[in-house]
T-cell receptor
Framework: EAQVTQNPRYLITVTGKKLTVTCSQNMNHEYMSWYRQDPGLGLRQIYYSMNVEVTDKGDVPEGYKVSRKEKRNFPLILESPSPNQTSLYFC????????????FGPGTRLTVT | AQKVTQAQTEISVVEKEDVTLDCVYETRDTTYYLFWYKQPPSGELVFLIRRNSFDEQNEISGRYSWNFQKSTSSFNFTITASQVVDSAVYFCALAPTGGYQKVTFGTGTKLQVIP
């Protein structure tokens, strides 16, 4: 089954404790992206990757890091989480060629206290 | 810069009523794509439609229809005879043509269908 998986689905952590949210897709997609969803603000792009070792900032990259060492994986790293990073996070992927719809993961609900 | 505006934050309708969700966009690109996604209460994001800026024909899929008007930069979504299962947050999105371009989402419209 074609899918994007994220782990963990729920996470409660404390300020400053480094964490990683994993994202993996099995569709051989070149393009992967991270979004955060906040009430009244919709989906905002954090980072995206056009292929292995190629990443770029989205609209709200501050406080986040990403890496793309393998085509299927695109982890989101919060080196020193803060309460304003409490949000619902979505990973997405799509084919790199053409302008296609994105396939979204199930989301990760992160709470930073 | 791209921008997508969904001015309706929340809409409530009674079941079987028709409802239209508005989407207005801004872009300097001459070719682009528009999308609609649905986010039901369970939280996942579900793709509904993709439309190329060259194609201004309206599209109908069952109870769903989309009205694309380039002249007014709008891509509105109508649900006919709404059902409780239509209750969700709906997002409109815009992307320039090309596989690696940034996608811009609107802030979403929460639709509540009351039985």
């Amino acid at each position: 089954e074609a899918q994007v998986t994220q782990n963990p689905r729920y996470l409660i952590t404390v300020t400053g404790k480094k964490l990683t949210v994993t994202c993996s897709q099995n569709m051989n997609h070149e393009y992967m992206s991270w979004y955060r969803q906040d009430p009244g603000l919709g989906l905002r792009q954090i980072y995206y990757s056009m292929n292995v070792e190629v990443t770029d900032k989205g609209d709200v990259p501050e406080g986040y890091k990403v890496s793309r060492k393998e085509k299927r994986n695109f982890p989101l790293i919060l080196e020193s989480p803060s309460p304003n990073q409490t949000s619902l996070y979505f990973c997405a992927s799509k084919p790199g060629h053409g302008t296609y719809e994105q396939y979204f993961g199930p989301g990760t609900r992160l709470t930073v206290t | 810069a791209q921008k997508v505006t969904q001015a309706q934050t929340e809409i409530s309708v009674v079941e079987k009523e028709d409802v239209t969700l508005d989407c207005v966009y801004e872009t300097r690109d001459t070719t682009y794509y528009l999308f609609w996604y649905k986010q039901p209460p369970s939280g996942e994001l579900v793709f509904l439609i993709r439309r190329n800026s060259f194609d201004e024909q309206n599209e109908i899929s069952g109870r769903y229809s989309w009205n694309f008007q380039k002249s007014t930069s709008s891509f509105n979504f109508t649900i006919t005879a709404s059902q409780v299962v239509d209750s969700a947050v709906y997002f409109c999105a815009l992307a320039p043509t090309g596989g690696y371009q940034k996608v811009t989402f609107g802030t979403g419209t929460k639709l509540q269908v009351i039985p």
